[in-house]
């Protein structure tokens, strides 16, 4: 089965010659498999051959002609003709935690459109909730539609973009959480979170992380039979990831819940199922059953999914065996002094250090500690107050919050910082892996916040510099994107003898990212201790100590794994100062 996918909003027939009719090889045998209807192209999918000159020739990339991997039932939803197709559906299972993975513009907002009555589904045509059921009937799946079509589901959504929230409410939190509060648990909810004291703030004035555990207290507060959290870690420090994952699995102990998430560790910690979503973004998503969530996410970082016999990719994402790294004899780029900062209410101490030229140095503590500050003095954007920081490198920043306040192309923003811009070095180790070549036409307000993030991150490395400073490079960014993001930043770093520092909350970034780590300490709103860079061993330790938790290797994917608190092996490596290994993986 083949289906055709043209984006509306790319596609513009007045600015073309409307080369996808006009090179359509059965077009020009006489058959009317691309005509055009109100001024826009209609694909036919029975008569297209998928020989792909349309996808080709279309100078907006507007097309997208997609082999189904296999066989299929008509979709449960789709977008009307040369639309978006979904096929499958989760499950929500009252007393769980379920997860759904997969990238970006799969459908997971199709999905919970679906499952919270918003959206009917059309089985890919015109289908009344009569015709859904019957196609489900016999199942967990049909009975709940069977209560969501009868309007007996309650949903309660928290949404993934939550810098948009000040955009359609303003006034106090107090005004926000105070009109969700339908299970009176509210009052507990601001202290596990940590926000009691942002009630009589202006939603307006907050941070993303503060923005971010609003959103989560306003969606647990409600009384819902079906909870949805789109992405709860961006703008979250570990600490607080922690806090909201039993939050949530607490939430989950007489209802259905259910999460997107982008943060493998969180997700393997939260979720006890999860369901894989594969496809091709923007044409069409397949949902997998439910998996156990260990076994699904080493599914998704091998590539291969054994039930449904499909490759999602050519090559699995891998993790390094052991926990040291071999230090490089490398001469410093910079070797700064101890400085300070000092805000009214927070100071900043910054231990003296050395930075190498040519690599990658992860930084990692709570929220509230520093960690943008450090980066800010570095750059130059901030001042010390004692212990000047003198140094005449060229520095490259990505800040933590990204504004598209520019109509300006990704090509025309691109191409004004690099100017290796049409080199086959670019396009092929920068613009391609960070998966921007369909965006490079499009405005940087059109885009999403993962699609800013990626501009925003190839910007950075895109300018002559010797040091880059990346804030946060992970946000709205999915497995596949980070893991791509990473792999890029390490080439750059390798290829360029340019020193990379990356500010980041995920862990598997960080592990795949960083040759040496800088750990934060302090108490978080008020003073923060930036330690010098140590080598990955010692700095996780010394990182993972503090917070209390420990990882251990998985034995296939070798990826870290959060132990389960107070369990053998947790107990075992607390003992042994082991907080990132156990003994005998490192």
Same mark, same amino acid.
């Given at each position: ?14 600015k ?8 359509c090889?059965?077009? +020009?045998t ?7 209807v ?6 036919? &999918? ?12 279309c #100078?907006f ?9 296999e066989? !299929? ?6 977008y009307g ?7 499958g559906?989760?499950?929500?299972v009252?007393?769980k ?12 907002s199709?999905?919970?459109?679906? !499952?919270?009555g918003?959206?009917t589904p059309?089985?890919?045509a015109? @289908? ?7 196609? *489900?009937?016999g199942s967990a ?11 007996g ?10 810098d948009?929230?000040p955009?359609?409410?303003s006034?106090p939190?107090?005004?926000l959480?105070?009109r969700?509060?339908?299970?009176g ?6 202290q596990q979170l940590g ?7 202006n939603?307006?004035s907050?941070s ?31 600490y607080?990831?922690i806090?909201?994952?039993?939050i ?6 007489d $209802? ?5 998430e ?11 199922s %999860?369901h894989?979503?594969y ?9 997998? $059953? /439910? ?5 699904g ?17 050519s090559? @699995? ?13 490398? /001469?410093?780029?910079?070797?700064? /002094? ?14 003296a250090?050395?930075? $190498?030229?040519? &690599? ?5 503590? #709570? ?7 450090y980066?800010?003095?570095? @750059?130059?954007? &901030? ?22 306040d ?12 690099a100017?290796n *811009?049409?080199?086959s070095?670019?396009q092929?180790e920068?613009?391609k892996?960070?998966?921007l070549?369909?965006l ?11 699609e ?12 002559e510099?010797d040091?880059?400073?990346l804030d ?9 994107q +980070?893991?791509?993001?990473?792999k890029?930043?390490?080439? *750059? ?8 520092l ?15 780590l !800088?750990? *934060?300490?302090?108490r978080?709103?008020?003073?923060g %201790? ?21 990882? +251990?290797?998985?034995e296939?994917?070798?990826? #870290? ?10 107990? !075992?490596q607390?003992e042994?100062g ?9």
């Amino acid at each position: 089965m083949r289906i055709a996918v043209i984006n509306r909003d790319r596609c513009q027939p007045r600015k073309c010659s409307k080369e996808c009719e006009y090179f359509c090889p059965p077009v +020009r045998t006489g058959d009317e498999t691309i005509v055009f209807v109100d001024g826009k192209p209609v694909i036919t &999918e029975n008569l297209c051959v998928g020989c792909g000159i349309c996808v080709r020739k279309c #100078p907006f990339g507007a097309i997208t002609i997609t082999n189904l991997p296999e066989e !299929m039932e008509n979709p449960v939803h789709r977008y009307g003709q040369n639309g978006f197709a979904l096929y499958g559906l989760p499950v929500p299972v009252a007393g769980k935690v379920t997860g759904l993975l997969g990238p970006n513009g799969i459908g997971k907002s199709t999905a919970v459109s679906i !499952m919270s009555g918003v959206l009917t589904p059309n089985l890919g045509a015109r @289908a009344t909730w009569e015709q859904v059921i019957a196609r *489900f009937s016999g199942s967990a799946l049909g009975d709940y539609l069977r209560k969501v079509s009868e309007k007996g589901v309650k949903t309660s959504y928290k949404p993934q973009y939550v810098d948009r929230i000040p955009k359609s409410f303003s006034g106090p939190v107090r005004d926000l959480l105070e009109r969700t509060d339908e299970r009176g648990a509210l009052q507990d909810l601001l202290q596990q979170l940590g926000i009691s004291h942002l009630l009589d703030r202006n939603i307006s004035s907050l941070s993303g992380g503060e923005l971010q555990r609003v959103a989560i207290a306003a969606a647990a507060a409600r009384d819902a039979d079906f909870y949805f959290f789109d992405e709860v870690s961006p703008y979250l420090d570990i600490y607080q990831r922690i806090n909201v994952a039993r939050i949530l699995q607490s939430l989950a102990e007489d $209802r259905a819940v259910m999460v997107v998430e982008h943060d493998l560790a969180l997700l393997d910690l939260l979720a006890e199922s %999860i369901h894989l979503i594969y496809g091709v973004p923007g044409a069409y998503g397949v949902i997998t $059953r /439910p998996k156990g969530v260990r076994v699904g996410i080493n599914q998704y970082l091998k590539g291969f999914f054994p039930e449904e016999n499909v490759r999602v990719r050519s090559e @699995a994402i891998e993790f390094e065996v052991h926990a040291p790294r071999i230090e490089k004899e490398i /001469p410093p780029l910079i070797d700064y /002094p101890a400085f300070t900062v000092d805000y009214p209410g927070f100071l900043l101490e910054a231990e003296a250090g050395v930075i $190498r030229r040519g &690599e990658v140095v992860g930084i990692l503590g #709570p929220n509230g500690i520093g960690k943008s500050t450090y980066i800010k003095v570095l @750059a130059g954007v &901030e001042k010390p107050t004692s212990g000047g920081l003198d140094h005449q490198l060229k520095v490259s920043y990505k800040p933590q919050y990204l504004k598209a306040d520019s109509d300006v192309t990704v090509q025309g923003l691109l191409r004004g910082v690099a100017r290796n *811009f049409d080199s086959s070095y670019y396009q092929s180790e920068i613009l391609k892996p960070m998966g921007l070549e369909s965006l490079i036409d499009q405005t940087l307000t059109e885009l999403s916040g993962g699609e800013l993030q990626r501009v925003a991150i190839t910007a950075c490395l895109s300018r002559e510099a010797d040091l880059y400073l990346l804030d946060e490079p992970s946000a709205h960014l999915d497995v596949e994107q +980070r893991m791509l993001a990473a792999k890029v930043m390490r080439r *750059f770093a390798e290829s360029t003898e340019k020193t990379v520092l990356v500010v980041d909350h995920d862990i598997y970034l960080i592990d795949l990212l960083s040759e040496r780590l !800088m750990v *934060f300490e302090g108490r978080p709103g008020a003073l923060g %201790i930036a330690r010098p860079p140590y080598e990955m061993r010692e700095g996780m330790n010394a990182f993972l100590k503090g917070i209390g938790i420990t990882f +251990r290797r998985d034995e296939e994917t070798r990826r #870290p794994r959060v132990n389960k608190p107070n369990s053998r092996l947790d107990r !075992m490596q607390k003992e042994q100062g082991e907080y990132y290994y156990s003994p005998q993986e490192a």
